[in-house]
């Protein structure tokens, strides 16, 4: 089969590069420089002249502070070209593997993991566009896959572990918010994941909504501990904080723990624990180094 992946030269989309190198199928990787999934017809053509069997999204606008800003381009990103993906898969009876966030659920007090069918209540432009997007899937209606997931970090492009390993090893002190809950995701383990369920066909027949994240729980504050102690950084002292020290113009989830039952149950997917991916990933980094 041909599989398209969006996105990839994005964090996902690095680590579904290096998932699927020794697949049987034929991954095309694209990023906006090959394809623009905004433009519809493009989209179609290209699905029609690859014959395209199956779409792996990795494309999405994720500046959570700065699409307050730039709503109209994150409504075009997030919905418009999920919308062109979905139609051409339509059309040609491919499945969409589509991946989405947390912020779905950032407006709620929830305080126990959350089940894809809790109700979606997005507090800025990013969430809303995003469970645009979903919806807009559902809408049109083409066999899919859509994977909720939160707090990603990987070897490639900016992310929150990047940023914690150069500051932890400069400044002498760093303030960190403990108030908001969440599971760290390692971009690999995700790319994995979405590998198993293309590459074994697991998606036929079970169109819907999945959560995946590592296991566990964390704040960011712990998040940040664990990322000084595995790169040795020992001399930086870390604090926790509340979030209302670093205001922001969009309300974080204070809690955004998913629950994986769902995607452990129907594809069999094996999910490691947080702490043990953080440390396979920063071992990987500093051998960059």
Known sequence: MNILVTGANGQLGNEMRIVAAESADNYIFTDVAELDITD???????????????????AAYTNVDKAEDDAE?????????????????????GVLIHVSTDYVFGGADYNTPCREDLPANPTGV????????????????????????????????????????????????????FDQVG?????????????????????????????????????WFDFTKMIAEYAGHTVCRISPC??????????????SVLDKTKIKTVFGVDVPYWTDSLKLCIKNLQSQQ
């Not at 381009?73 to 040609?92: D, G, P, R, S, W």
């Not at 509340?242 to 809690?255: A, C, K, N």
Request: hydrophobic fraction near 45%; proline fraction near 3%.
């Open 40 to 58: 519809a017809a493009a989209v179609d053509e290209a699905v029609r002249r690859h014959n395209i069997g199956a779409i792996i999204n990795c």
């Open 73 to 93: 381009f994150a409504e075009t990103l997030n919905v418009k070209a999920v919308e062109n993906l979905a139609t051409a898969m339509k059309a040609v009876d």
């Open 126 to 177: 990013y969430g809303l566009t995003k469970l645009h997007g979903e919806q807009a899937i559902a809408r049109i209606g083409c066999r899919h896959i859509i994977i909720r997931t939160a707090w990603l970090y990987s070897e490639f492009g900016k992310n929150f572990v990047k940023t914690m390993l150069a500051l932890t090893a400069e400044r002498p002190n760093l303030n960190v918010v």
């Open 183 to 219: 599971s760290p995701t390692y971009a690999l383990d995700l790319a994995r994941a979405i590998f198993d369920i293309v590459e074994n066909r697991k998606y036929v027949g079970n169109d819907g909504i999945y959560h995946f994240s590592n296991e566990g729980v964390c704040s």
């Open 242 to 255: 509340h979030s209302d020290e670093f205001p922001s113009r969009v309300v974080r989830p204070s809690y």
